[in-house]
């Protein structure tokens, strides 16, 4: 039987440089539970070492998708969403292989590693803020070669968003959904958008701040809240479909 989920698909840790540190993955767990979300994505800059540790906390209180961020070479944020945490392994060690410099803590913050109790593991000095030497058409092929979902972020954002940087959105692309930012939301976005609408959009906190994780969330009707059945959502297989009013 078909019911509705609510999904927060872009949240943060620690571990971005830029979200506060208490945004630790049993935090994140937990405040996800409070607000009553039923399917979250972990989805840091360039990075997803906590994304195990997430779902160690998580344990069977929440369903989590192995999720990044990954900032394009033409400064576009994308996020990778992925069936398995094997497969989000696969997408680092190639954003590894393409993001340079080193992190500056006084002037980008603290990128923590922490685990499922809370404890610090390490810190990360990559660059993670910074943008990988990656174009968005090999990024995309490359969620895909990996079974995953590639989807723009926060399209209507004036920075680091596909339209603030490129303007368009090629009608060759291969993109899975766009994400609205929770400024905009999907009903208006719909109507100031008109040339996108072949591609399903959802909406996320995009949270950095424990504060802000399901401040905005898409609904989604699926028989379980999975990868499997919200890939089948973004098609409108199967009954599977987003809700946008």
């Not at 006084?106 to 593991?121: C, L, M, S």
């Not at 399901?214 to 987003?242: D, H, I, K, Y």
């Amino acid at each position: 039987m078909l019911k509705f989920f609510n999904c927060d698909l872009h949240i943060h840790t620690c571990l971005s440089p830029c979200a506060e540190l208490d945004m630790h993955p049993l935090a994140l767990v937990e405040k996800s539970i409070q607000a009553q979300l039923d399917l979250i994505a972990v989805c840091d800059h360039n990075a997803s070492a906590n994304v195990k540790y997430a779902l160690a906390a998580a344990k069977d209180r929440i369903k989590i998708i192995p999720g990044m961020e990954i900032t394009t070479v033409e400064e576009v944020h994308l996020l990778g969403l992925f069936p398995t945490l094997e497969a989000l392994e696969k997408m680092q060690l190639l954003i590894d292989d393409h993001l340079y410099g080193q992190n500056d803590e006084d002037r980008f913050g603290v990128q923590a590693i922490v685990n499922e109790i809370g404890e610090v593991e390490g810190l990360s000095d990559k660059l993670l803020i910074g943008a990988t030497d990656l174009s968005i058409d090999r990024i995309v092929d490359h969620i895909h070669h990996l079974e995953g979902l590639a989807i723009p972020a926060h399209i209507d954002r004036e920075s680091f968003s596909i339209l603030s940087q490129l303007g368009f959105i090629d009608e060759t692309a291969r993109f899975d959904a766009l994400e609205i930012s929770k400024h905009k939301g999907i009903p208006k976005a719909r109507l100031d958008y008109p040339e996108l609408h072949r591609y399903p959009l959802l909406t996320s906190s995009d949270a950095h701040f424990l504060r802000d994780i399901g401040t905005a969330a898409t609904r989604f009707l699926l028989s379980e809240p999975t990868f499997a059945e919200l890939r089948m959502a973004l098609q409108n297989f199967g009954g599977r479909r987003v809700q946008e009013d």
